[in-house]
């Protein structure tokens, strides 16, 4: 009943009036459920629903949506064990009505999701030519691409699996990105941590998974980024921690590449002498990523210029100058980006040197900060 809630304020006027109003919805006899599956697509994301026992299913449905109003054609998502699950209501009986203890639920599981769970390309609209420098990169990949487009026509001479390598914000996964546009391909795109499960077997699970959608959706690409992160060299043991069976699982799976046709596995790391000997074997060849030069870093200046939503009264040859030893990303955001930002928050109309000055001493400080950390 509900006189039975503990409120201190249940004798006011506005909760009789809001009391009056639940117990006037009708009780929900009966409600019938559609699994859906999550509204968003994230690589690693299991969008496939067994249902073991269905009265269990309904004690689990009915103790988490107990009280809620359904009614036919909205949705109701788990919040405990698979949260942000969806469920359509395809049946109320009566409509608009409310869920309680009594009422009767079913579900139906859609079997067409369920063998063959929808994978959506990932969405980049990034272009091999938007990449300033990195030529021996592209030219590397012009191999990839060939395969790609035609996996039965390399057969025993397919590229499997490839290391990019080098400092960050040097354009490894925008290269991978861009492969994955012009080609119109599946890109699995995970940072290795993402393979740490909670319990024992997770993490196997999870590279088994990925692996078999890539074979379903073939040809395509995975990019493991941070792959240092899970194949760290046993002598930083203390830091990598307990990741074997993760490893393990990696090498299975990339060393059953060549069974998987129109697959490249492609890891990335910043530092490529702290792969783990037995990981980086694996990969048949690596491909550097440099800092730009001098006329990279101009044009990269220059095309980041062409967007920027306010005016800019800036010297060209002393950016140039100062972003010696800086990746294309930090000079997008650590030079551009927090120069523009200054600027607004000055409320000036125009951007100047003086706004880059003090937008370059503090990535120096930033970046000396984090050296005395090592220290």
């Known amino acids: 009943m509900k006189t039975d809630i503990k409120n201190p304020e249940s004798k006011s006027k506005k909760n009789k009036k809001t009391t009056l109003k639940i117990e006037e919805e009708p009780i929900a006899?009966?409600?019938?459920?559609?699994?859906?599956?999550?509204?968003?697509d994230f690589n690693l994301m299991e969008t496939n629903l067994e249902i073991t026992d269905a009265k269990l299913f309904e004690e689990y449905a009915k103790e988490q949506w107990l009280g809620l109003l359904v009614k036919e054609g909205s949705y109701l998502f788990d919040q405990k064990i698979i949260p942000d699950y969806g469920f359509k209501v395809i049946r109320a009986i009566p409509n608009n009505s409310i869920i309680t203890d009594t009422t009767n639920i079913e579900i139906i599981i859609n079997e067409n999701t369920k063998q063959s769970p929808q994978i959506e390309l990932y969405k980049s609209d990034v272009r091999i030519s938007d990449i300033i420098g990195q030529e021996n990169a592209k030219n590397k990949s012009k191999v990839l691409m060939k395969y790609l487009e035609d996996p039965e026509k390399f057969g025993k001479w397919a590229p499997h699996n490839i290391l990019f390598y080098g400092l960050p914000g040097t354009g490894k996964t925008?290269?991978?990105?861009?492969?994955?546009?012009?080609?119109?391909?599946?890109?699995?795109?995970?940072?290795?941590?993402t393979l740490i499960g909670d319990h024992v077997g997770d993490g196997a699970s999870k590279i088994h998974d990925l692996f078999e959608k890539a074979l379903k959706t073939s040809p395509s690409i995975i990019f493991i980024d941070e792959i240092d992160a899970v194949a760290l060299h046993r002598s930083f043991q203390s830091l990598r921690g307990d990741v074997t069976e993760i490893v393990n699982s990696l090498l299975t799976e990339m060393d059953e590449i060549s069974e998987n046709k129109g697959i490249i596995t492609i890891g990335a790391t910043n530092n490529i002498n702290s792969l783990d000997y037995a990981i980086r074997s694996r990969f048949e060849q690596e491909i550097e990523f440099k800092l730009p030069d001098e006329k990279e870093r101009r044009k990269i200046i220059l095309k980041n210029l062409e967007t920027f939503p306010l005016k800019y009264n800036l010297d060209v040859d002393k950016l140039v100058k100062i972003s010696k030893n800086m990746s294309g990303r930090d000079i997008k955001e650590k030079l551009l980006k927090t120069s523009l930002h200054r600027g607004i928050s000055n409320d000036s109309s125009i951007i100047t040197m003086d706004d880059i000055n003090f937008a370059y001493k503090l990535s120096k400080k930033k970046f000396n900060d984090v050296k005395g950390m090592h220290q």
């Open 29 to 40: 006899v009966k409600i019938v459920l559609e699994a859906i599956g999550y509204p968003f």
């Open 174 to 193: 925008m290269l991978a990105k861009a492969l994955s546009n012009e080609l119109e391909v599946p890109l699995y795109l995970i940072k290795a941590t």
